[in-house]
């Protein structure tokens, strides 16, 4: 349901972070298309680098607003595995970037739904969450 004059792109991440397209395209019919097979074809993984995609994601494009981070576990992997000092990261790399972070968590434990709400809550997103 993304309009067309919108532009996305999208970061898988488990062990290592994944980029869909190296920069943000139209939200086509065909890239929507595309987007939806690129996501059919992962598998699932045990491991959650949280902090790189976080990172990775100021990388994408400087006209990038609004981030979406769909997650169903806690952090697990990476530079920074701990919550709050990913939090503290995030925000501190955001000061002068002003990304919009929603978060989306998926049958989550109570730490991470706490996690979550507050990267969201720090970053002017929303939070939710999905059973």
Not at 13 to 33: F, I
Not at 66 to 83: F, M
Not at 117 to 128: I, P, V, Y
């Amino acid at each position: 349901q993304l309009p067309e004059e919108c532009e996305f792109t999208i970061l898988f991440y488990a062990d290592e972070v994944r980029q869909w397209r190296r920069m943000l395209v139209d939200a086509s019919g065909e890239n929507k298309r595309d987007a939806i097979e690129f996501v059919q074809r992962l598998g699932l993984g045990d491991r959650t680098n949280t902090h790189a995609a976080l990172v990775q994601s100021f990388e994408v494009d400087d006209n990038l607003e609004v981030v979406y981070l769909l997650t169903d576990g806690r952090p697990t992997t990476g530079k920074i595995i701990a919550p709050n000092k990913i939090v503290a990261d995030v925000v501190l790399r955001n000061r002068y970037r002003n990304l919009q972070f929603n978060t989306i968590g998926i049958a989550l434990e109570p730490s991470t739904e706490q996690f979550l709400r507050s990267l969201a809550e720090l970053s002017g997103g929303e939070f939710r969450r999905v059973k």
